[in-house]
């Protein structure tokens, strides 16, 4: 039995729209299995597109997932200044898990492959463990040997929950990547870096509990991904951001 399925109530926390891809089977076998689902939205997607469309695709995608309108939190704090607002943005989180009371957080994998990524599992990370609470990681994508790998773990951390998916959570996996459908060149692109891209998200989900103390003064891998995007982002700016909110 996977350990992340025996939990009462769940916050999943996001950096932006689309990140749900990769948990969104879990998050449908929770919800049919009448367990308690919220989600958070660090950002509503808004770097060089429309903000309030990609709210419309979350409310989409949200919906074939089974999650109410009203279990959706959307904090918007714009993309390009996640890192100079980390206290605040604690500060929302916290006021937020304290309302829902989750028994269970689950934030994204720290590896390097996008800031706003290793941001939500920063933040995630320190909240659950100011509420002492269980947390799981899900990966989205890293950088290895000039390859960027999506849908699976760095080779230093080691899923310890696997979901496998059923059929019908395959048919949500579509709409859900239907519902964000100004990002579909982005997905056919990881699908093209790797053949295997499709098979692994559709078959299964991987999760990795919590167990030990993650070290974020440390490059998660020695390929940090976001600097060579067009953000202009570079580790050490994610770097100075960890220690604003650790002084």
Partial sequence: MNDITCYKKYLF????????????GLMHQLIANKKGVGVAYITS???????SSREDEILSSMQAIGINKENIHLLRFPEKAVLSSFGEISDSL????????????????????H????????????LAQSLKTEHFVFSVYHSRNN???????LPTHKATDVIKLSTDDIGIKIKVLEAHRGQIGHFLHLQRLNPEYFKL????????????????SKKPTDEIGYE???????YENFKKAVRTLDE
């Fill in 147 to 153: 390859q960027r790998y999506a849908g699976d773990f």
């Fill in 13 to 24: 926390v996001f950096a932006h729209p689309d990140d749900e891809v990769y948990c969104c």
């Fill in 228 to 234: 060579s995007h067009s953000n202009g982002f570079k």
């Fill in 115 to 126: 800031e706003g990524h290793d941001s939500a599992s920063f933040l995630t990370y320190k």
């Fill in 45 to 51: 997607g808004d770097a060089g597109v429309n903000a």
């Fill in 94 to 113: 916290r006021k937020l898990a304290q309302s829902l009371k989750p028994d269970c957080i689950v934030g994204m994998d720290y590896e390097g492959g």
């Fill in 201 to 216: 998200i559709f078959s299964r989900e991987v999760f990795m509990k919590v167990k030990e103390q993650l070290d974020y």
